[in-house]
């Protein structure tokens, strides 16, 4: 079992960068693959981009594509997800998750089994 902590939010203008992080305890994190969501408010949770336990595959949201970076690093249990090119509309809570997802479906909530609490975004024009 493992607990996703996220951190690295707050607030930035427009067009500038941010990283988030996600620790896990556990040492079978490094067996997970690990993806981003987010959820903004008046809005359903929206998968963000994702990155396979071994690193060597990530998905990511059209809308992120470009502008997004997600990686690992297994020994420190942690998970990045570096923002560049911010937009007000990725104003959000960003959640990492974490599951052994089979087949293509990285982009479904529902798969992913351990969920942190969170951390907010907000992007200002």
């Known amino acids: 079992q493992v607990q996703p902590v996220e951190s690295g939010g707050g607030l930035v203008l427009a067009g500038g960068s941010q990283r988030l992080s996600c620790v896990a305890s556990?040492?079978?994190?490094?067996?997970?693959?690990v993806g981003w969501f987010r959820q903004a408010p008046g809005k359903e949770r929206e998968f963000v981009c994702a990155?396979?336990?071994?690193?060597?595959?990530?998905t990511y949201a059209d809308s992120v594509k470009g502008r997004f970076t997600i990686s690992r690093d297994n020994a420190k249990n942690t998970v990045y997800l570096q923002m560049n090119s911010l937009k007000p509309e990725d104003t959000a809570v960003y959640y990492c998750?974490?599951?052994?997802?089979?087949?293509?479906?990285?982009?479904?909530?529902?798969?992913?089994?351990?969920w942190g609490q969170g951390t907010q975004v907000t992007v200002s024009s």
């Open positions: 990155i396979r336990w071994s690193g060597g595959s990530t």
């Open positions: 556990g040492r079978t994190f490094s067996y997970y693959d």
């Open positions: 998750a974490a599951g052994r997802i089979l087949g293509t479906y990285v982009g479904q909530a529902p798969r992913y089994d351990y």
